[in-house]
């Protein structure tokens, strides 16, 4: 067996007749993987997010023994899940990679002027320094001395992804959905769900577009929409404030959502609403006569048939008022499928726009099913940017890393909106954009004036990046 210790690994040959051997080993120098790593840090540091995001902590450590500030810390960890590294012992490898020390904003990106034994050529902390930042929260100890607000937390998110919307905006629709987040340990408040059929959390997300304001995670023997009120008037609250008073906000869900509750303080409140209706007998009584003519059409059709109907329906006892149903007849080969929303939009649409827009066929074809794509987001969010990584015993340090994961997918949403719009990435998820275009093989060096990165000759975006790079540079900051 080879040992693993050995200087140089050998291969076979370049080719038949060629005499000379391939060796590799990790001794090239200062490398790195992640040249496309400064747009993100170009980017972070022109819309101010990592370091407003420092504010919502408290750091009561010692000024005269810190070396890794709380926004380095938090630039570092953040960075790291954009490029794919979700483990925090990835980052003992990590902390000696100049080009990632010089996008957190050290000056020293080699280390040379670390002082301690053992500490010279790492620049950036390492996975013990971080873990006291992520398990630090909820805790009193000697060892954990950097505790985060949830409560500005929470409001960064909302301010920051309303910030990112245009200040000419004048309808916003905020997608609510929640989903599982599987565990397979003893953490704090996992509960088994009988939906999903496991362990899990339920957290509760909120986006408008693809930009996140809310990433809440919640134990699951809960109501899937508990919480929903609350977020909801934050963020119209900060809308109004944004935008002001006359801004139209949508809200728009699944039947999970569909609460009288929520309605209520819809309504009460000036917000407009499109949520899911679950079934019943009574609403399929009332969509017998639309079901019919589907029926007669699809023995007319090839089996295939849809058509729409609205109509004002009450539940018996849950519902405090009467409200405005579309309901959908569509006739299968494999049977009926009826489906149902409930909503406050108008019918005629609003003054001086299109008329048509909220009537029942375009109101859930082309409003409605809209919110799906909410989906994409939070699977995107999940696979690319590990916001399921919730592996540590405490709830409240599980919901800090799905808060680190927000703020990674909220740089790379901007990164797309604002640098890769008109390009091939415009619509790239965040994997394919940080394998297409944030690993780059890049060399780093270091003089006294300047620090270099020489990216690879044969990188095939080279264009893309100088274009994402000219679009950085002319944003304004958020913060």
């Not at 998820?429 to 940080?434: L, S």
């Amino acid at each position: 067996m080879t040992p693993c210790n050995q200087d140089s690994l050998l291969f076979q040959g370049l080719a038949s007749g060629n005499s000379r051997k391939v060796a590799v080993d990790f001794g090239g120098g200062h490398l790195s993987s992640e040249g496309g790593l400064s747009l993100i840090a170009e980017l972070d540091r022109g819309l101010g997010l990592t370091e407003r995001f420092a504010a919502c902590f408290r750091d009561e450590r010692d000024p005269l023994f810190v070396e890794h500030s709380l926004t380095d810390l938090l630039r570092q960890r953040v960075f790291g899940l954009c490029q794919g590294y979700e483990d925090l012992n990835d980052h003992d490898r990590l902390r000696c990679d100049p080009l990632l020390a010089a996008c957190v904003g050290k000056d020293d990106v080699l280390g040379r002027e670390r002082s301690g034994k053992g500490r010279e050529g790492f620049p950036l902390a390492g996975k013990s320094t971080l873990n006291r930042l992520e398990t630090g929260t909820g805790r009193s100890d000697p060892y954990h001395k950097i505790l985060p607000d949830p409560v500005a937390i929470e409001d960064f998110f909302i301010e920051a992804g309303l910030r990112c919307l245009p200040e000419s905006t004048r309808e916003i629709v905020i997608d609510f959905d929640t989903t599982d987040d599987l565990v397979h340990g003893e953490q704090q408040e996992r509960f088994y769900h009988g939906f999903y059929g496991n362990w899990c959390y339920l957290p509760l997300y909120a986006f408008c577009g693809d930009i996140p304001l809310v990433a809440k995670l919640r134990p699951a023997n809960i109501d899937g929409c508990a919480g929903t009120v609350d977020c909801l008037a934050k963020i119209v609250l900060a809308a109004r404030a944004r935008f002001g008073a006359d801004v139209r906000i949508i809200m728009r869900a699944d039947s999970g959502f569909c609460r009288d509750s929520i309605m209520t303080w819809c309504e009460d409140n000036g917000v407009f609403y499109c949520l899911g209706l679950a079934r019943n007998k009574r609403l399929e009584q009332l969509l017998d006569p639309t079901m019919d003519n589907a029926k007669a059409m699809a023995c007319l059709g090839g089996g295939y048939a849809t058509f729409f109907t609205e109509f004002q329906y009450r539940t018996l006892d849950s519902w405090a008022r009467e409200r405005r149903v579309i309901g959908k007849a569509q006739v299968m080969p494999k049977g009926i499928n009826p489906r149902f929303i409930v909503t406050n939009l108008p019918p005629g649409g609003f003054p001086g726009e299109d008329r048509f827009r909220f009537e029942p066929e375009a109101l859930y074809c082309n409003f409605y099913c809209g919110r799906g794509d909410m989906e994409n987001r939070i699977k995107e969010q999940q696979l690319d940017l590990f916001a399921d990584r919730t592996s540590t015993h405490w709830m409240a340090s599980n919901q800090l890393r799905l808060w680190f994961s927000t703020l990674a997918y909220l740089l790379i949403a901007q990164l797309r909106a604002l640098a890769l719009h008109g390009t091939e990435l415009a619509r790239a998820t965040a994997g394919t954009i940080r394998q297409r275009l944030l690993k780059i093989a890049t060399a780093v060096k270091v003089s006294v004036r300047r620090v270099l990165f020489s990216m690879a000759s044969a990188f095939p975006l080279q264009e893309l990046f100088a274009t994402a790079h000219s679009r950085i540079a002319g944003q304004e900051r958020l913060f």
